[in-house]
């Protein structure tokens, strides 16, 4: 029996809807990741961009547990010397909660080419008004 490997052209791809509002960080970018990557599906090939697109709305409304939303940081560095900055995730989630929800799925990519290809696929907003509603996204319930 050969094994399936998957090509690069470009296929079917889907649109998935997930709504943020009280789900977990964590549990969130981890659905995500996977999604995004294709670990869904049974075609899965680990050097093959074979995943769908994510919109994700209500970011504002995400939950971090314990202690994080003190004391987990967030850092930029401008690549001049003492160009490091910091930000807590309090503020950085009344100030840009996207960037919150595609630093964590950043962070579950493999560290290669294909995750920035891959990062390209997540569509995260704000509120529920988002402008993919002509894909027709599929709903996906996460952290239940």
Known sequence: MKSFVAKS???DKKWYLIDAK???LGDLCVKIANII???NKPTFTPN???????VVINAKDIVLTGKKLDQKKYF???GYIGGIKEITARKLLTKDPERMIKHGVWGMLPKNRLSKRLINK???YIDENH???AQK???IKVGE
Request: net charge neutral; charged share 30%.
């Open 9 to 11: 052209e470009p296929t």
């Open 22 to 24: 009280g789900v977990v």
């Open 37 to 39: 990557r294709g670990k």
């Open 48 to 54: 093959v961009d074979c995943g769908d697109f994510v």
């Open 76 to 78: 930029t560095h401008s």
């Open 122 to 124: 997540l569509k995260v």
């Open 131 to 133: 402008p993919h509603k």
């Open 137 to 139: 996204p599929q709903e």
